[in-house]
């Protein structure tokens, strides 16, 4: 699929509709960065909030930008199985390049129902899938054991593991192929999980930092430590800020800041707090961002 960083890119909103003019904004600063990979209708997509045809514009928008530039990897997963294949089976007929599937949540599956959700949607969509282990908002955890049966299907290609446990991350990679391709899910562990033999990220901060965070991958990759321990120290205060409240909150947020959408969230979703907002307004800036005259203003 992609080694180093992908973007999970959010999605932006006006007046309570999808801002296509801005969506369109925020790809074409990724395009203009050494971001390897757009992850569109993703956690930081708020795609739970979206309607089927929001999500086929989305995914249609980000495929005619994008022009086969770099790897297109679409969000399909749902707690739903039937509502998965379906989302799969689009984003296929549309074009994407890979899908990213959230383990399922609400229901708690067995490690065997993760097997068979998993594998019954490889049957169906013969395009690369990267599985997305996120405990912290499933409450299930893809076990290594589970990963290593499922890494032997042909088209289950990777793991975004979100989980923040790097002994099950060192366990998974002892269990799969040198092929088999495992992402940060965390901004915070981009440096140990590739220096674990993990290949990049699929990253938050991206959206705002995007060079910085592949200038990381890329010092681990070349094996300099010190310059990759100093890039992931220094980046580490604005990650702290970007994950204050619950993503996309604060990116969304930082967005805003940088003039380049709408601080516009779908509920349950509310505006970062007024505290959290000043922290990263700090950060951005102490990290070297140039926020907009209207935020200057505001402070």
Request: glycine fraction near 8%; charge should be negative; charged fraction near 20%.
């Amino acid at each position: 699929m992609f080694t180093g960083s992908a973007v999970a890119i959010a999605t932006p909103f006006k007046g309570g509709e999808v801002d296509m003019e801005s969506f369109e904004k925020l790809l074409d600063f990724q395009l203009q960065s050494k971001i390897q990979a757009i992850v569109v209708l993703g956690t930081t997509g708020e795609a739970s909030t979206l309607s089927g045809q929001e999500r086929e514009a989305l995914i249609r928008k980000t495929l005619n930008k994008v022009q086969g530039k770099i790897p297109v990897i679409v969000g399909a997963g749902s707690n739903d199985y039937k509502k998965a294949v379906n989302f799969s089976k689009q984003a296929k007929e549309l074009g994407a390049d890979g899908l990213l599937l959230v383990t399922p949540y609400y229901n708690k599956a067995t490690q065997q129902g993760l097997e068979a959700y998993y594998g019954g949607i490889a049957q169906h969509v013969d395009l690369p899938i990267i599985l997305y282990n996120v405990p912290s908002r499933t409450n299930v955890n893809i076990e290594p054991e589970t990963v290593e049966n499922l890494s032997k299907i042909s088209n289950i290609v990777g793991i975004k593991e979100a989980g923040g446990d790097l002994g099950q991350i060192l366990e998974i990679k002892r269990r799969v192929s040198d092929n088999f391709k495992i992402y940060s899910g965390n901004d915070d562990q981009i440096l140990p999980i590739c220096a674990s033999g993990g290949h990049g990220v699929i990253s938050v901060v991206a959206n705002i930092i995007p060079d910085q965070v592949q200038d990381l991958c890329e010092a681990v990759e070349k094996e300099d430590l010190k310059a990759a321990i100093k890039k992931q120290t220094e980046m580490l205060p604005l990650i702290q800020q970007v994950f204050a409240e619950v993503n996309p909150i604060p990116i969304k947020a930082a967005i805003s800041l940088l003039g380049m959408a709408n601080n516009e969230l779908r509920l349950p979703l509310t505006p970062l707090s007024e505290g959290a907002e000043e922290n990263l307004i700090r950060e951005m800036e102490s990290y070297g961002l140039t926020l907009t005259t209207t935020q200057e203003k505001k402070r």
